[in-house]
């Protein structure tokens, strides 16, 4: 250990979130791009560090330095699934098991003094199907007793736990963007035909992803991140366990020795803390520092703040290259229709802004994948000319910028050789490895061409290379706000949504008086605009789009080939057969609970039972279902303890509650009719704050009867545009859908007028 250089850390969770005077430019005065406090919460000393590329390598160094594990091994996850298989060498008797559940309890047997501890996201039940059962059900594995198995719940609603890490006796940390779980098992070959990428007996893609490893003061900097979360999740703090062997396995030698490792965090606000934003603001100062190139491979790339960052340097005449590598399709419906609409506004962001041709972006590509397969890009790595190598969890997405746990670790060459030497390599290994060339062979070209771009397309054109990212298609504005939602960069509450979709209804703007002395809520008359015009998509826009939705589904079905699989005699002949079904209006009104709590489209059931049932029945039977699914998420606002309740709703929830509280049925319908939060997030508050489950339901069902009526209306001129798109009534559409705009925006008005009567009696009484 280099006694010279100490380490050096700040509070883990600081509580000074001043922003500093300039957030777009490295702090002057100093050589060093990383900043305790400002960027990064630790500067640490690695005796020893590696760079692991692909699941192969990680999986199989995770194995070998889990054996060597004496005390603890702590492992915080995205996901985690037992059925992981860390390797597929032939059996060997006494050799350990190749499943990861299975390991790990094989280890415990074999150290009795062995903790082993695993930190999961709590994740919601939309993202059940792709994972394992819990194993407190007792269906699968079962953790031997000194493997503790947990889920993080502490993150605000729709944030996520997305730390990858591992800590093994405080002196081993891996840092990266893996999950030990499966689907991640591959070999940098990554062939489209590897019998092994398999999972419960389904292929799945080749896969490209990196993890870190380091000793010394940053590996304890590491197990003091672990600490804290596991304490946060549980209740528990993990022991000391300094200075009880060396787990460094003996297979893998280190390829730089004594450097420093800096180590950046998103952590999301919590009602006791701030956020802490380290790892955007040490991405918006890696960039103002580069000179001739930023390297950079991400899963996702929709940051806002980065892109900005990136394209005031493209517009530089002697700015630097840029060069992204990423994914080139997302993974289902949800991220094409979010992430991926995104980062097309992003890309074209950037192409606009570059004027010297020095951006460029480009996906992994190798011959034999299926159509609308690609090799599954999960890397999220930055390399600043040859002075900054940063690998971690943290996405270019705007979630990763505040909303969701993260962790990186970056080294700096600080005008060492060995490092910047070090550094070069690691992005040409990393060219050559999705170029299928030798490194040598992209050292040349780069030494050929002096820039990465002329070099990696010289290098272009096999079976496997680098490919431009075509243009994408062109998305309407209402398209790319509402992506939006699925990227967020601050944890969604309840008043934040007020605050987004009733511009002037702003629960968190200070209150001042006018000439009159009546309390009013204190905005810019910008800030106003910019509120206004997303509200205008949420009251007129979303209106207009479902009913083009609906008359588009319409002719797609009447006009296109899906008229030979669904006609409109099938497609109203399966309905009416579900019709006929003794279950049928109980599934009906039971579907409804779980769509609310998955924020599934309730319209979409309304719609099935109109045309099942009718306008009349299937209007009944959706009311009726909306008015269980009430009840439901009010007997859960009554069961939550209270801390939960202030995490969902926010920081300002007795100002929410005081409107609720003296406008009781009023405010429940207003609410309703405005959706200006997610129906079980309004059902759980209107719980938790006293209103009497008979107000609530009554204001449900009036504020819920308009909305619920316009669907039918829509529903039922659906079901006869499926038989004949001449019988569509074109009028009594419109009537409902400005019906209902014009509803809304009345709503909003007594809205803002009840909060600015609260405040003012509020501020009478202070």
Known sequence: MNSERPFLTTPLRPHDDTPSDDASSPPPGTDSVCVSGRNCFARGRADRLALLIDGEAYFRTFMQAAERAQRSIT?????????????????????PPARLGEFLNWLARRRHRLMVRILDWDYPMVFGTDRELPPRLGLGWKPHRRVH??????????????????????????VGGFDLTVRRWDTSAHRPDDRRRECADKAYPPFHDLMLMFDGDAARAIGEVARERWLAATGHRIPDAKDVGDPWPDAIQPEL??????????LPPQADAPPVNEVEQLFLDMIASARERIYIES???TAGSVGEALAARLAEPDGPEVIVVVRLFSHGWLEEHTMHVLRTRLVERLSAADRHGRFRILYPHIDGLADKVCIDLHSKLMIVDDDMLRVGSANLSNRSMGMDSECDAVIEAGGDARVQAYIRDVRHRLLAEHLDVEVAAVVAAFETHGALGPAIEALSGGTRTLLPLNRQPDWPEAVIELARVGDPQQPITLDGLVEAFSPELQLGTPVTSDDEGEATPSRSPASGRRRWSRAAIARVALPGAVMLLLLGLALVWRYTPLTEVADAERVTGWARAMADSSWAP???????TPACLLMFPRPLITLAAVIAFGPEKGFVFALSGILIAAFATYAVGLLLPEATVHRIAGPRLPRIAETLRRRGLLAITALRLVPIAPFAIEGVVAAAIGIRLAP?????????LPGTLATTVFGDQLEAALDDPGRLDYGLLLTAALGIVLLSLFVRRWLVKEHRDGAGQAAERS
């Open 257 to 266: 020795t004594d450097i420093d490792v800096a180590l950046a965090r998103t």
């Open 696 to 704: 609530f339901l009554l204001g449900t069902l009036f504020g819920m």
């Open 149 to 174: 198995f947990c889920y993080d719940n502490t993150h605000p609603v729709s944030a996520s736990h997305h730390q990858k890490i591992v800590v093994i006796d405080d002196a081993l940390a891996f």
């Open 75 to 95: 492992i915080l996850a995205w996901d985690f699934d037992s059925r992981t298989r860390l390797h597929f060498d032939p059996p060997v008797p006494g050799a």
């Open 299 to 301: 899963q996702y790339f």
């Open 586 to 592: 109980m599934l009906i009104l039971l579907a409804y």
